[in-house]
């Protein structure tokens, strides 16, 4: 089972930049590629982006498109989420998924 490892959340002013890391370890994220999702307060958890492992393609849903960007380095085995042009509403707890397996989550608070 694969073991996962947010960082890089923390304060930012709206408008601003902040690139989380998803390190994994116990297994190859090739298998099954990453996604990110974040929860809110108060809301559900949502799915925001993925990207398949072997091509590189990504998917991201519409409230972060344009704005986020996911990546991966094979090399180690990390994956990465750049948010630019951050908004209030983008403070949540982001969280990285492969596989079935879930990190703790970075908080990422955006102020106004």
């Known amino acids: 089972q694969v073991k996962l490892v947010e960082s890089g959340g923390g304060l930012v002013q709206a408008g601003g930049s902040l690139t989380l890391s998803c390190a994994a370890s116990?297994?190859?994220?090739?298998?099954?590629?990453v996604g990110w999702s974040r929860q809110a307060p108060g809301k559900e958890r949502e799915m925001i982006a993925n990207?398949?492992?072997?091509?590189?393609?990504?998917t991201y849903a519409d409230s972060v498109k344009g704005r986020f960007t996911i990546s991966r380095d094979n090399a180690k085995n990390t994956a990465y989420l750049l948010m630019n042009s951050l908004k209030h509403e983008d403070t949540a707890v982001y969280y990285c998924?492969?596989?079935?397996?879930w990190g703790q989550g970075t908080q990422v608070t955006v102020s106004s």
């Open positions: 998924t492969s596989g079935g397996s």
């Open positions: 116990g297994r190859t994220l090739s298998a099954y590629g």
């Open positions: 990207i398949n492992w072997r091509d590189g393609s990504t």
